[in-house]
């Protein structure tokens, strides 16, 4: 199993599954759940792996078991029956309800977790009107600033090049986020930076009302160090 075939292949089918559905007039029931069923079957045409929804995070459910509420999960995995998973993927999509910039990194922190346990091939997907995943590129700006050498998107979404996210962030701008992302997990290693790189979706001329398909793999680094929260002053 090549890594960039599946890549690129999550991001022609669903962006071609995409179309197929508007064409068939069945928007109004587009949503994330609703987009589960393309992924599910490119997963399993090209791996022979288990394919597993909600699956249980196996490094953050370790890391707080006693704790109540909802447990730590990854949107799909391809994984063998002792757990071993060779392929996680996030889904988000943007409808009628939002994508909080806290929302998106905690997804890629929960998969670079995984792809450093298991050396997994971890995706990110991000689907919706042009328009509105425009939109919400421009006013999350990562800084929270306009035009200064801090102002970064948390992901590229107009190239496929490399783009690098500090985890331990100093910036007052991030703070915050990070703050709540680590609240639960002080003792926890996390690692420093992450990095991601997109495939070329299917159709790159949209309009604002059309339908896209981004997918993002998260990408090997030089920098593997780790650090814990509770070690961190400004967390």
């Not at 068939?24 to 393309?38: D, G, M, N, Q």
């Not at 783009?163 to 991030?174: D, K, R, T, V």
């Given at each position: 199993m090549n890594p960039a075939t599946i890549h690129k292949t999550l991001s022609l089918g669903v962006g071609s599954w995409l179309q197929f559905e508007r064409c068939?007039?069945?928007?109004?029931?587009?949503?994330?759940?609703?987009?589960?069923?393309?992924?599910?079957?490119i997963l399993n045409s090209h791996t022979?792996?288990?394919?597993?929804?909600?699956?249980?995070?196996?490094?953050?459910t370790?890391?707080?078991?006693?704790?109540?509420?909802?447990?730590?999960s990854v949107d799909?995995?391809?994984?063998?029956?002792?757990?071993?998973v060779e392929i996680a993927i996030e889904v988000k999509w943007l409808g009628r309800s939002d994508v909080s910039p806290r929302s998106l990194i905690w997804?890629?922190?929960?998969?670079?977790?995984i792809r450093r346990k298991f050396g997994a091939d971890c995706f990110f997907i991000l689907a919706g009107r042009m328009g509105k995943i425009d939109t919400f590129f421009e006013r999350n700006r990562y800084s929270g600033k306009y035009g200064g050498p801090k102002n970064r998107s948390i992901l590229k979404h107009k190239s496929n090049g490399i783009?690098?996210?500090?985890?331990?962030?100093?910036?007052?701008?991030?703070r915050s986020i990070f703050r709540s992302l680590y609240?639960?997990?002080?003792?926890?290693?996390?690692?420093?930076?992450?990095?991601?790189t997109r495939a070329t979706p299917l159709i790159t001329d949209r309009k604002p009302t059309d339908y896209q398909v981004y997918v993002w793999r998260l990408a090997e680094i030089s920098d593997e160090a780790w650090f814990k929260p509770e070690n961190i002053p400004h967390f």
């Open positions: 068939c007039k069945r928007t109004e029931v587009l949503s994330e759940a609703y987009i589960s069923y393309p992924i599910c079957q022979d792996k288990r394919i597993v929804s909600e699956f249980r995070h196996p490094v953050l370790e890391e707080r078991p006693t704790k109540r509420g909802r447990k730590p799909f995995v391809a994984c063998d029956h002792s757990g071993e997804d890629l922190v929960r998969l670079e977790l783009n690098s996210l500090a985890l331990n962030s100093s910036i007052a701008a991030h609240n639960d997990y002080p003792a926890t290693k996390f690692p420093n930076r992450l990095a991601t």
